[in-house]
Antibody, heavy 125, light 107 residues
């Protein structure tokens, strides 16, 4: 069974740092791109960051660029999100998600499946 | 690319047929996925490539559309379907955009 388990969330002061982890199991982790998605309390989903299978290509939403760093350790089957310069607006549940894809047709289609259960990050003084 | 979902909320009864709409700010071919999210839970994939039903998802769910206009239809609502539904645009590489969601409530 494919499983993603996030950890590392908690309460942090504005300007502080936190590192989230996402432990993957049940699939060949190094063969899949991964992403982080967050959801502020009572709000919708926001894609935050993504990383290629090997980890050599990373992507960020404008809202976190320069403050967050995504990385992965394929030997440990673990995805990370290093967050610094945290702001109140970064308060959210953070989910990791496995990116699946289908290139059998003319076009390449991709989607997120599954998602982890999420870890809550609260930024407050 | 921005995704606009409508309505933002919808009240319906068990057995009803409901349709959600997702509109893209520019053409995205069929690069769209739909997710269901229940309170306190992670999103669950329903549909990918605009109309392909994910394995294990009940056949009462269906997706259609291409270009800028997409729909998710539930043919006969069941009690477990009351949730919030999100569309997402994914292309070969990020950024990946979500719609703002449609909350489906019991009438």
């Amino acid at each position: 069974e494919v499983q993603l388990l996030e950890s590392g969330g908690g309460l942090v002061q504005p300007g502080g740092s936190l590192r989230l982890s996402c432990a993957a199991s049940g699939f060949t982790f190094s063969s899949y791109a991964m992403s982080w998605v967050r959801q502020a309390p009572g709000k919708g989903l926001e894609w935050v960051s993504g990383i290629s299978e090997s980890g050599d290509t990373t992507y960020y939403a404008d809202s976190v660029k320069g403050r967050f760093t995504i990385s992965r350790d394929n030997s440990r089957n673990t995805l990370y999100l290093q967050m610094s310069g945290l702001r109140a607006e970064d308060t959210a549940v953070y989910y990791c998600a496995k990116e699946e894809g289908d290139s059998s047709g003319v076009y390449y289609y991709n989607w997120f499946d599954p998602w982890g259960q999420g870890t809550l990050v609260s930024v407050s003084s | 690319i921005q995704l606009t979902q409508s309505p933002s909320s919808l009240s319906a009864s068990v057995g009803d047929r409901v349709t959600f709409t997702c509109r893209a700010s520019q053409g995205i071919s069929s690069h769209l996925a739909w997710y269901q999210q229940k309170p306190g839970k992670a999103p669950k994939l329903l549909i990918y490539a605009a109309s392909t039903l994910q394995s294990g998802v009940p056949s009462r769910f269906s997706g259609s559309g291409s270009g800028t206009d997409f729909t998710l239809t539930i043919s006969s609502l069941q009690p477990e379907d009351f949730a919030t539904y999100y569309c997402q645009h994914l292309n070969s590489y990020p950024p990946y955009t979500f719609g703002q969601g449609t909350k489906l409530e019991i009438k």
